[in-house]
Nanobody, 119 residues
Framework: QVQLVESGGGLVQAGGSLRLSCTAS????????MGWYRQAPGNQRELVAR???????NYADFVKGRFTISRGAAMNTVWLQMNSLKPEDTAVYYC?????????????WGQGTQVTVSS
């Protein structure tokens, strides 16, 4: 059984920084990627950033140049460094792990951590 636990959310002023962490336990060797999604009230959950098992990354356009995703060597920890935060970054941020070797792709989710950016 896979468990993802996020930490690091909170309240920050616009222009500030936060670092989110996600620690995975269980069958982490099945992961082909890990990432971060976010969901603001009234909006759908959207991809923020993803890092593949080989280390390649992709980012949503709205965070490019501001956010950086990284992971531990064992693919059991992923971080999201968020700089130059804007009020529109306010959302619940969810850690995600995927196993794309399965059909359909298996997704695992954390419980979410609130990020609030004040203007």
């Amino acid at each position: 059984q896979v468990q993802l636990v996020e930490s690091g959310g909170g309240l920050v002023q616009a222009g500030g920084s936060l670092r989110l962490s996600c620690t995975a336990s269980g069958n982490i060797f099945s992961f082909t990627s890990m990432g971060w999604y976010r969901q603001a009230p009234g909006n759908q959950r959207e991809l923020v950033a993803r890092i593949m098992i080989g280390g390649s990354t992709n980012y949503a356009d709205f965070v490019k140049g501001r956010f950086t995703i990284s992971r531990g060597a064992a693919m059991n920890t992923v971080w999201l460094q968020m700089n130059s935060l804007k009020p529109e970054d306010t959302a619940v941020y969810y850690c995600n792990a995927q196993n794309s070797r399965r059909t359909p792709t298996q997704d695992y989710w954390g419980q979410g951590t609130q990020v609030t950016v004040s203007s």
